[in-house]
Nanobody, 122 residues
Framework: VQLQASGGGLVQAGGSLRLSCAAS????????LGWFRQAPGMEREGVLC????????YYSDSLKGRFTISRDNASNSVYLQMNSLKPEDTAVYYC????????????????WGKGTQVTVSS
């Protein structure tokens, strides 16, 4: 059972990135899916979470309209589209899957990817 995140990199402020998270060993469609991030010296925080019914929960108003989560059942993957990136979005981003609920702390998530670095330059 594994989640593999990819797609991070260095981008200028105002730019875009799409992170990917591929699952193996289980079917993502059966889980709630979340993206989390951890900036240097900070605690991990929730970015957003997709519930099984298709509802997206944003954990910060500053992310609405800029970040979007999507699933692709055919490839058993989840994506995070990030637009209008800001330097404060710089962090290691993690994908996670849970069988119960979405929570900003990540509590209840069963599987975690290793993280991918996103750096936004000003």
């Amino acid at each position: 059972v594994q989640l593999q995140a990819s797609g991070g990199g260095l981008v200028q402020a105002g730019g875009s990135l799409r992170l990917s998270c591929a699952a193996s060993g289980f079917t993502l469609d059966d889980y709630v899916l979340g993206w989390f991030r951890q900036a240097p010296g900070m605690e991990r925080e929730g970015v957003l979470c997709s519930e099984s019914g298709g509802v997206t929960i944003y954990y910060s108003d500053s992310l609405k309209g800029r970040f979007t989560i999507s699933r692709d059942n055919a490839s058993n993957s989840v994506y995070l589209q990030m637009n209008s990136l800001k330097p404060e979005d710089t962090a290691v981003y993690y994908c996670a899957a849970g069988s119960l609920w979405c929570a900003a702390t990540g509590m209840g998530m069963d599987y975690w990817g290793k993280g991918t670095q996103v750096t936004v330059s000003s």
